[in-house]
Structure formats: structure tokens, C-alpha cells
């Protein structure tokens, strides 16, 4: 272990302070197949939470879940034009299987519209039938050529939800409501907060009638997509013959949406809230809340440290709160091991809360609760230990995400009008509301000369209240305000 | 829906029973894909309630879940040299990667010894690293050429674990551990009893010092591997350098296992309790424990039903049990649709209880619950109903297992020592208990003569009370007691 050798700061090298912390918190680990990564059980852990909540949400919002085959013919991308065109020179091809060459390729998926969409048409005949509310948790393959841990690799893991609709309006109903429930996810467990709005032509997904994403702004200014959610229109189902009856007896398409979020939020997590000691991770996702760190030095302090420090992982572990369940406690019994390393061990690792306990403490009835992401530290009463430390808990799961917006807040410019000013802003880091002509080229201009990008035409909560009356590039009227930012 | 249409009886045609069940109950339906099957909600439900009972459990005995990319190079496969023997012809190859080939091929994972030890050996340096106790939950691919809906299907759901030990003693104490695990799962949960033992050389797994399985009678008196347990020696440790410095300083290679359940399972549960009439789930994995029917024929009845009968599913819905947490309810509130045609539709889908309230019933405060194992009736009075629901899905749970178990107590033979009365049994469907030289020729002799295999050499607790002393086949001594049946 190089745990002795401090993390590059975010200041000299956001980039390389990332993949360092990944390491060094043990989160995941680079793999013997190029672009493929290992998630560790420190990664995990947080991933498990994170599909834990989010199936909730799911199954609380009235879907369910299946699983369709990994495998796709290759013929069944090219039944709609578009959705080939965006994936197929990023796929993984099978074409040998039980030692013989495959009469046609099979595609490792690198999203399942196709193949679900083909059984929902076995599935749907009627009205009645509708709507189908689907998600899979699965793994996807899109080939890429440039890589980094839990932000772009080649197979990731995902949910997906698949849905089947009577009308346009349902569909966008569920496309929207789907993005409200990334986004109270994002807000209200990764304590990241998010624009939701509108992606532009060029930026949806490859088959899609209106993309629909969650943006978050990463600690060096770059935007992050989060999530997606798409109103697929009648495309998937023309493509697919997936009609239906209705209830007037007419024969119709049925209208799809699709949505999806990936293991791609623990890189999020780790850009909001990481800090130049490693990794800050927020209570509800946390797999482990509190760190007991016992202290002494002779035998005896450590028999009764030992003895309380025992009693306490107990009576904590066994504390209920109201949600989500009981306290998540570990304790650091090693030996051999200095409590400084070990505190340092648990900061790298993004515990939230350590609580240290050494034999004067014992003897006073008390302990040192340190929160991981001020740092503060204070005295506690074992007599009310479990009341402290889930509202301290508490409280940080709130400050973090005030911080992370304050954060974004500080970099968000609104009012921009002269380019240079612009190209100066996405140099430093930054999102940028400005106003746009609607033309394809001019976002493709601004995306050649500067990177950025738009993020979104922005839903209207997050507009100007003033809007923008011209293009930023062009000087021309404004038809939209949209959000330009640089993207991982 | 062929609803009307009688399922094919078990007698008749057990193997079509089967596969129209699977089909009938939603549970499974074939895809576009050869040998690739898609899980639908009725089955995929179960296999949740599975892999959260099983994860539980793995967690309770120390282990971790993580997560190991897909694709294995293929030169990986041949460093451990039985295991490529065992693996290679059945594998998935991806040759071609974004629109390129690639250098060298990478198989899609059968099983992930080779990628998970070779990380191992990179985390692992002393003797304090271990042990690693790993579990990941993932989809693996098998190119089989006869495939069957759970039982044997291209592409599977499963979980691996991967175990890294510094003593032989202590990974066979794992290995026996999770078999045991298993074997809890299976009749605590699925209420299918199983025989645990050892695999002979010929069947164990390839790559393994030693193969433990838990073999379960399915109702046709054939034999359903459900899940296994190995030993793997130093085998793959050697293969991918997997080594530790021991406490005296001495550098060794560590000791492996590796067990795994997969949606097999399923197929297990289905063909362990189904009847003519549809599925029987075990309540503890049922998604829906209780479906509400109400019935009415006035308007005037149809409202103070519905009402009772929404009062009646959330009051059950927050009934609290001591485990495992709530009852689940699901109201059949569909109109146009006749009670009986309700009952035929949930008994095909296997829900453990129905609960049917008319008018007349609300009138006197009372119901009637149909267990779907016995079809028992009892009427309930609406006051207690929490109590007597909880109570009858405890009892039922309970009943299934012994009833699967006198089906195979029933179905099993010990003191067998005519070949050819062996023969008959085996053609009938049965387990066999008998006396086996030990010797791999007369082990293969049998299977070609008879499709019968030797499942296991049973653990202490399920031998015969007197050993057999003479070999089934040769008559000469025999080493082992076997137990015999022809499998899935
Ligand atoms: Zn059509
Ligand atoms: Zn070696």
C-alpha cells in the first residue's frame, strides 16, 4: 500500500487526483482487458445502495423488473436507422459460439430498446395489455476508445427501463416522471444536485423523439450526465410491429420510452464530493456510516476500551432509526496499527463519521465524533450516542448537497453575451446560460472551437429570469436559452 | 391467452407440464435469441426474492460483493489446464470490437475463476490479506445445444463466489460452509429438500481439487443439481501467481473456492411444487403472497365490496410479521372479468393465498382464504385475518417442504443390489443408493447404459444405516455408497 504518499490535490490535477483516490479508496481497479474495470467492494457497496433506492423508487412508481438476453442479432440494430447508426460502430461482436462461426453475429448489448421492443410486440396485443412498465438491472458493452474508471468503460453495469404506451402524451408523461426521479435520487442520495432539461438534436439518443438528461457540475466545472430519459415516440414499435388494438378497434403503434442511469454515478459521486484526503461519501449511500477507532496503550486501557468500544458497535448497530433501518457501524479492532494510519485509513475511504474512543473517555462516559467532510470534531455522551450521531449524520447528508450547490452556484454564469468571455469561462471550468439560435451548426462551431457543449435547453425552473434575447455565436434572435458547459 | 386450455398433466407428459407451466405463469418466454430465454416479472420476481434471502446470507458469513469484467481473454482459459478442457468448447467469443478484430479474442465469461485470481494475485501480498471472501452476482454464457427454460438455458443469471485462503483447512471449511449455506436456502426458502455429498472425479467441476453439490428430487424422480461448492486447491493460486507471504516469512501459493446458485433454481421450485393446475410458489419467495378476489353482481354490492376489499388489502399490507416484514397484497380490482377466471389466473401463477369476499361475507365481517397448495377453504373473520394470513403462509411454507419430502423419501431406494432392478427404477424415476467400487469405468458403463449418473457420494447423515458392501455393477467391494438417478 502507498497510503503514505499524500493524493495529488484537485488543485494541481483534478484529473489525476480522481483515478489516484479510485485507487486509493480501493473503489475499483483496472482490469487485464483494456477498458474494462474491477469494482471493488468499497465501489461496490455505494453501487448496491444506489440500485437499492432506485429500485424502491421503481417499484414504487409501478414497474417491474426482468431480464432480456445479452446477446442481440446484429440484424435487429439495423431495423431502426438511426439507433444503428449512433451504436453499431461501438459494439462488441460474438461470432464464433461452441467452437463454431455463427451463421449470423450476435451483438453484446449496448442498450436493450431492440430486443425488448420485439418481445413487448409477442406480449401486446390489446389496449388492456398497456401500459408495460419494465426495468432490467444489467450489465452493457459499448466499445470505447479512451477509458476511465466508472466514467466511460467498455462494459458498465445499469438499470434500463423499458415502457410501452396507448398514447404520445403517456409516454412523455412517464419520460418526464422518470427524470423527476433521477433527479430526487441524485438530490436526495448522492447529495448531487442537477439541471434537468431538454437535450438538442444532435445530443439525444440515437432512435429517440426528445432526450431528456440530469446534469451535474464535477469539482473542476465540468459537466457530468448523469442520467437520461427518453420519449422513443412510435419509432421503436414502427421498426418493431409492437401495435395494439385500441380501444376503439383500430390497429396503432404503441409508444415507447426508455431511461437509464450506470455505475457512472459513483464517478459523480466521487468528483462532488471528494476531497484532497480522499473520498467523502454521503451517509445514505455510505456501507459504512461510523468508524469505531479504539485507543490505548497499556494492556489494561486496552481491555477496557476494547470492552466499551464492543458494547457501543452493539447498542449502535442495534439502534433503529426511522430510515432507512438500523446504523451501519464497524470497528477498527486491529492491532499493530497506530489510531493516526487508521483515521487516515477511513478519511481516504469516505466514512462519514469517526468516533474515537480512548480510555479517559471510557472512564467519563463519553467519546469524539469527527465528521469527514468538515472535519469538526465533538464530544459526545455514550448515553445519547445513537440520537448524536444519526442526526449528525443527517445533518451532513443535507450539507453536502447545500455545499455541492453552492459550489455550482459559484460557477454558474449567467448573462454571458460575448464569446471570448465565454471560451474564457469553459477554459476555467463552468456552466454558462446563454441564449441560442436553435442552428445545429452553430453548437457544432462552438463545440470544434471551445469543447463545450449544450448540456440542455434547460427545464424552466433552472432558466434566466431575464432570458437571453441573442445567440451567444451568432448574434442572432434567440430561440432557446440553453446550458453550455464542457463534459466528461 | 390460451387460458381456457387445460395444462398438459404431469403424468401425461411431465416435460411438456413443464414447459407450458413456465410459459403459462409468465415465468420465462423464448427469445429471438437460440438457446437465450428472457425472464419475465412473474419469474424474475422470484429470482429477486432469491438473490436477497441468498445475498443475506452471504453477508451474515462475511462476505462481499464486487463486480469483474465479462470478458475473459482467452488466453486466461488456458492457463489452468483442466479447467480450458471444461470450459473452452462451451464458450461465446467476441472477435470483433468497435468495427475492428481484435488481437486476440475475448470469451465471454462461463465462470470467473481465471479474471478474479488473476486480480487477486494483484491485491494479496501477505498472509494479513487474507482471506478474501468475494461474491458477484452476474450473467455468464454456456453455448449449450439443448437448452431448457431455467434448467439450461445459453446465457444464465447466477452468483459466483471466490474465495482466497492461506490454508487448505480453512477453504474447505469454506467450501463446506457455503454448501451448507445452500442447502439452508434451498429448503428454508425454495421448501425443496436436497442430498449434499461429494462429486466423483468425473463430474466434479473442472479445475477442482474437490466438487460438493446439492442434488434436489424434481416430481419425475429425476435429479436437479442445484447448486455446487469447490475445493479448488492451489490449482488456479498456481495458474495466475496467486501467492502470500506466511507469517514465518515463507512465500505460498493461497487455496481457492469458488460455489454458485443460478436461475436453475427456478426451474427447481417449479418442478418441485407444481401441480395440474398451474404453479405453487413457496410463500417466502412468492412476489405476491395473497390475492384479493371480490365479488359482486349489483353495482350497489360492487361498492361496498371493493370498499371492504380496499380496506382489507391495506390493513394487510401493513399487518407487520416478525420476517420477513410485510404481507404482500395484490387486489384483482379488474372488471368485466368472472371470479372463477380469477381463480384459474392466479392459481396458474402460483400465488400461495387467495382470499375471496363477497357481499354476504362482508356483511358477517368475514372472508374466505384458498391455500393454492391443498385448496383448502376456511372462513376468516376480518378481524384476526393478519394473524390467520401470517399463520396459513407459515404453515404452508412448511407443508411444502415436507411434502417434497415424502415425494422423495417416497421415490428413493436403498439396499438395491440387482442391476437390473436398478434399471427399472431408473426408468420409472427415483434415486438410488447403492454400493460403487470407485472405479471411473464402471461410473461411465452406467451412465451409457442407463442415462443414470452418480449424483453424489452422499454426506454422513443421508447413508444408508448399514453400508452396502458390494459395487451395484461389478458385485466387487465397494469403496463408496453412491447415490444414483438420472439428472437434468
Ligand atoms: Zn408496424
Ligand atoms: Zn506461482
Chains 1, 2 share one sequence.
Not at 121 to 139: E, F, G, I
Not at 240 to 245: I, V
Not at 274 to 292: F, K, R, S, W, Y
Not at 415 to 439: C, H, K, L, P
Request: glycine fraction near 6%.
Amino acid at each position: 500500500m502507498a497510503d503514505e504518499k499524500k493524493l495529488t490535490t484537485r488543485a494541481a490535477d483534478f484529473s489525476a487526483w480522481y483515478n489516484e483516490l479510485v485507487l486509493r479508496a480501493e473503489l475499483a481497479d483496472y482490469s487485464p482487458v483494456r477498458g474494462c474495470m474491477v469494482i471493488r467492494p468499497n465501489g461496490y457497496g455505494i453501487w448496491e445502495r444506489m440500485q437499492r433506492a432506485l429500485d424502491d423508487m421503481f417499484k414504487a412508481t409501478g414497474h417491474v423488473n426482468a431480464y432480456f438476453p445479452m446477446f442481440i442479432p446484429e440484424s435487429f440494430l439495423s431495423k431502426e436507422a438511426e439507433h444503428v447508426e449512433g451504436f453499431a460502430p461501438e459494439t462488441a461482436v460474438v461470432t464464433h459460439g461452441g467452437g463454431k462461426k455463427l451463421e449470423e453475429p450476435l451483438v453484446v448489448r449496448p442498450t436493450s430498446e431492440t430486443i425488448i421492443y420485439s418481445m413487448f410486440a409477442k406480449w401486446v396485443q390489446s389496449y388492456r395489455d398497456l401500459p408495460l412498465l419494465y426495468n432490467q438491472w444489467a450489465n452493457v458493452v459499448r466499445w470505447e476508445m479512451r477509458t476511465r474508471l466508472f466514467l466511460r468503460t467498455m462494459e458498465f453495469l445499469w438499470q434500463e427501463g423499458h415502457t410501452a404506451h396507448a398514447t404520445h402524451d403517456e409516454a412523455e408523461e412517464e419520460a418526464r416522471k422518470m427524470l423527476g426521479v433521477y433527479r430526487d435520487f441524485m438530490e436526495g442520495w448522492i447529495a448531487m444536485p442537477v439541471i434537468t432539461g431538454q437535450k438538442t438534436e444532435s445530443e439525444k439518443f440515437a432512435g429517440a423523439l426528445r432526450t431528456y438528461a440530469c446534469e451535474a457540475m464535477m469539482q473542476d466545472g465540468k459537466a457530468l450526465q448523469a442520467g437520461t430519459s427518453h420519449n422513443l415516440g412510435q419509432n421503436f414499435a414502427k421498426a418493431f410491429d409492437l401495435t395494439f388494438q385500441s380501444e376503439a378497434g383500430t390497429i396503432e403503434h404503441a409508444w415507447n420510452t426508455s431511461w437509464g442511469v450506470s455505475t457512472r454515478m459513483v464517478g459523480g459521486l466521487v468528483m462532488t464530493h471528494g476531497d484532497d484526503n480522499g473520498l467523502i461519501t454521503p451517509p445514505l449511500l455510505a456501507p459504512i456510516e461510523l468508524v469505531i477507532v479504539p485507543i490505548w496503550r497499556t494492556d489494561e486501557e486496552k481491555a477496557t476500551v476494547f470492552e466499551a468500544a464492543r458494547n457501543l458497535k452493539q447498542s449502535l448497530g442495534a439502534w433503529e432509526r426511522r430510515a432507512p433501518a438500523r446504523l451501519r457501524v464497524h470497528l477498527d479492532d486491529r492491532e499493530g496499527i497506530k489510531p493516526g494510519a487508521k483515521y487516515y485509513h477511513w478519511e481516504t475511504r469516505g466514512i462519514p463519521l469517526r468516533l474515537e474512543l480512548g480510555p479517559r473517555d471510557v472512564a467519563a462516559n463519553q467519546c469524539v465524533l469527527v465528521r469527514r467532510d468538515t472535519r469538526a470534531k465533538q464530544v459526545a455522551s455514550l448515553d445519547t450516542i445513537g440520537e448524536d450521531v444519526a442526526e449528525l449524520l443527517m445533518r451532513m447528508q443535507a450539507d453536502l448537497l447545500t455545499a455541492a450547490r453552492e459550489r455550482m452556484d459559484a460557477r454558474t454564469h449567467r448573462g454571458v453575451t460575448s464569446y471570448d468571455q465565454f471560451r474564457e469561462i469553459m477554459d476555467a471550468g463552468g456552466f454558462v446560460y446563454a441564449g441560442w439560435n436553435g442552428d445545429p451548426a452553430s453548437e457544432a462551431r462552438v463545440k470544434e472551437e471551445t469543447k463545450a457543449t449544450i448540456r440542455v435547453i434547460p427545464d424552466p425552473e433552472f432558466r434566466s429570469a431575464e432570458a437571453p434575447t441573442r445567440c451567444l455565436v451568432t448574434g442572432e434572435p434567440a430561440k432557446h436559452e440553453v446550458l453550455w458547459a464542457r463534459a466528461y
